[in-house]
């Protein structure tokens, strides 16, 4: 064998051995651990962030705490049996920058014990997770957490699902969802596929801005004129939305087969404002897949196809709308997405409303 050749073979070797003890040490492959790490759930943990810089407060230091099974709440702390309510989304139910004492769940809960309602609610939202991503945590993530029988599982979901053009992208394929394969496993457990699919995450959280960071709205401009492109919306009514409720029904399925109610709301930005029933919607244009168009009015009716799709899986009678609420405003949020103390004790209010019509908690 020629010297070179067997160099070039040696050092594959020496690659294949590393990259195999890197997967075996910090991959999900024999450890349980590491594979809910993989996918962005932090366990038994507790930070502390400066949010001085995203919005004004007098405590500008917040605790950002998960309990061992990965959840966070006050209350629920290491005691998943006490949960009646566990909220799954995204960084808009996470809430990375919002103290523990200040979320939407602990408003929540507050109100429902001041009106008699003994309910202990729970965070399971995790930054960056789509409905894709919820669905993993069912199959993954909640079934390992002995004594988890919550009453409603509230699913606050729409923005993160949003950015997906094709309902059979790399991240949202079906197929997947209903596949123990090998490329399905590799995609659960492998702490390089994961990093590399983190990474991925951040470009598109930075190109279409729904990363953390405070924007000045009075330098914002808005306009009543729709831009949307008509190709998007052919390829959001034939493939994305058929995708979406595909995974809205295995989330119902899933909460049915634990005994829960499950519950979604629609979730609000303020790439559009909604007054007295008219839509001004931010100016600035901006593309998906760098082809298709949209403003924040196109924004809003591109955000209303999946929610319409949520109510027509789900019903009507499960679904919470907060998208085409006219009250927020700019106070409400620090960015186009993530909520301000004020904007989360509103919503957490107004959750508290909307869930009292159900048996559960009447």
Not at 81 to 87: A, G, R, V, Y
Not at 280 to 289: A, D, Q, R, S, V
Not at 329 to 345: A, E, L, R, S
Request: glycine letters at 6%; proline letters at 2%.
């Amino acid at each position: 064998m020629p010297k070179k050749l067997k160099l070039i073979l040696i050092n594959i070797a020496i690659l294949l051995i590393g990259v195999l003890i890197i997967e075996l040490c910090f991959g999900g492959w024999l450890s349980n651990s590491n594979q809910l790490s993989n996918l962005g759930i932090i366990k038994d943990a507790k930070f502390e962030f400066d949010v001085s810089h995203l919005y004004k407060t007098s405590n500008p230091t917040i605790t950002y705490t998960r309990d061992k099974y990965g959840l966070r709440g006050v209350s629920t702390h290491n005691e998943p049996e006490k949960i009646n309510i566990l909220t799954v989304g995204g960084s808009t139910t996470d809430q990375r920058y919002l103290d523990d004492s200040q979320t939407w769940q602990e408003v929540l809960e507050k109100e429902l014990h001041s009106n008699g309602k003994k309910m202990y609610v729970s965070n399971a939202g995790v930054d960056g997770q789509s409905t894709y991503g919820h669905l993993k945590s069912t199959e993954i993530w909640f079934p390992k957490i002995e004594n988890l029988q919550p009453k409603i599982i509230l699913f606050y979901v729409g923005i993160n699902d949003f950015y997906t053009v094709n309902g059979d992208s790399e991240y949202d394929n079906i197929q997947e969802l209903e596949s123990d394969g090998f490329m399905s496993q590799l995609k659960d457990k492998s702490v390089l596929y994961n990093a590399y699919r983190k990474l991925k995450g951040m470009q598109k959280a930075t190109k279409f801005e729904v990363g953390h960071r405070k924007i000045n709205f009075s330098r914002v401009d808005y306009t009543k004129e729709e831009v949307v492109n008509e190709k998007l919306l052919e390829i959001y009514d034939e493939t994305n939305l058929k995708a979406f409720k595909v995974r809205i029904q295995k989330l119902i399925d899933y909460a049915q087969s634990i005994k829960a109610i499950p519950v979604f709301v629609t979730q609000p930005t303020l790439h559009y404002k909604i007054r007295n029933g008219v839509i001004f919607g931010t100016e600035k244009i901006k593309y998906l897949e760098d082809k298709y168009a949209y403003n924040g009015v196109g924004y809003l009716k591109l955000l209303n196809k999946l929610n319409e799709a949520m109510k027509e899986v789900a019903t009507p009678e499960f679904v919470i709308d907060f998208t085409n609420d006219e009250t927020w405003n700019t106070v409400d949020f620090y960015d186009y997405y993530h909520m301000t103390p004020t904007g989360v004790k509103k919503l957490g209010e107004k959750l508290s409303q909307k869930l009292s019509k159900y048996d559960v908690l009447k």
